[in-house]
């Protein structure tokens, strides 16, 4: 195999698509043999830390008990921008219209590196004002993508959190994570690490069709199972869930029993959340690979992007009592960053401004709590939210002038 470095490695390009002329600060493009059909453009950032905006309930509950909704921020890292696992759901494939570059093959092959981020990060987490809030990375496009093997962004950025005493996440579908497990033990004796290992799909053929950059689900329980094994929590996120592909009984049962066996240490699920950008380009992988179901996906997302909230109650009818079976306990996102969230990775936060909810959360399962991350507004996080937050935020809105005590479906 060729090297990286002896490739096709240029400064500008005058053959540059439009819309990364808007990138000054770009050092080379790189396109090699080893990851045929892609580009990689190589920037210098200007920053490493993103504010994503939200809204997140106070501490302070009302007359009528019900949790008040009020401005707040997470925090996120994106290495690089674009995604080669390729998955055809990805909801952050819109986000590449920013440099002209489409959400459909663009995203999965056009790839933004910022080779300086650990260095930036260093500064800005230097700075007094930072206050050590919750770091969340894997939450838009996967910092552990196969490109990381080459760049290796990510260990600079774990020894500079790490350092900083910075509370963060990093949720994947790559097994490279495995590479960084004894920094990621090393940074949890400095402050708190959650890890989550994204899987959605148990069946081989399905998950190499719809997420074709993917690592198979096998190889990422081991990921799993390595992790534990090293002493560290790491959940498992069973999303999206595909109607009618990958809601079977077998199918979660089996994803379940998998997932158990791994040694995960909490398990979160959802149903398929499909918005503009994202729709167009998952309906023509359906169109392609199964047509016969194309007519109930539009009637299904005529509404908007969450599946209808009958299906999303059918599907925790059907999912819950098998999570009971395998004795799996349910995680929790954070409500902004879609992070995986614990009350360990907050409370090492003092001033983060979820550190409210989960000191007036009494369980991160109790009705409540559901209700109090169901206040917070997935327009604004621009992310898709887990069915039992947003059945919790529907039950809310429905119930919340009338009744005094929250209930939950
Ligand atoms: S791994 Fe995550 S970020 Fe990457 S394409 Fe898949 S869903 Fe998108």
Known sequence: MMRWNQQDINGEQTDALPGLAKLNNLVR?????????????????????????????????????????????????????????????????????????????????????????????????????????????????????????????MPGIIAVLAESRTPFSILTKGTLLRRDIPLLVEASRETNVELAMSIAIYDDDLQQSVEPGTPTAKARLATVTAVREAGMNCSVFLMPILPFLTDTTEHLDNALQQIKASGASSVLYSSMYLKPGTKEWFMLWLEREHPELVTKYLEFYSGGPYAPVAYRKWLADRIKPLMRKHRLERGREDPITGGPLTPSLLSSSPSSPSLSLSLSSPSPSSPSSLLALARASPETAGRSFSDEELLARESFDNRAATAPQPMLF
């Open 29 to 153: 493009t790189v396109r090699t043999p080893e990851f045929a059909g892609m580009t990689f453009y190589e920037v210098l950032a200007k920053s490493a830390l993103n504010k994503v905006p939200g809204r997140v309930p106070s501490a302070v509950p009302n007359t009528t008990r019900t949790p008040i909704a009020s401005a707040a921020f997470g925090w996120t890292i994106n290495p690089m921008r674009g995604c080669q696992h390729a998955c055809a759901y990805c909801f952050a494939r819109p986000t590449h219209g920013y440099l002209d570059l489409d959400a459909g093959k663009d995203f999965d092959t056009q790839i933004i590196v910022k080779v300086n981020v650990a260095e930036v990060l260093a500064r800005e987490l230097a700075k007094p004002s930072w206050a050590r809030q919750p770091v969340a990375m894997g939450t838009n496009t996967d910092p552990y993508q196969r490109a990381e093997g080459r760049y290796q962004l």
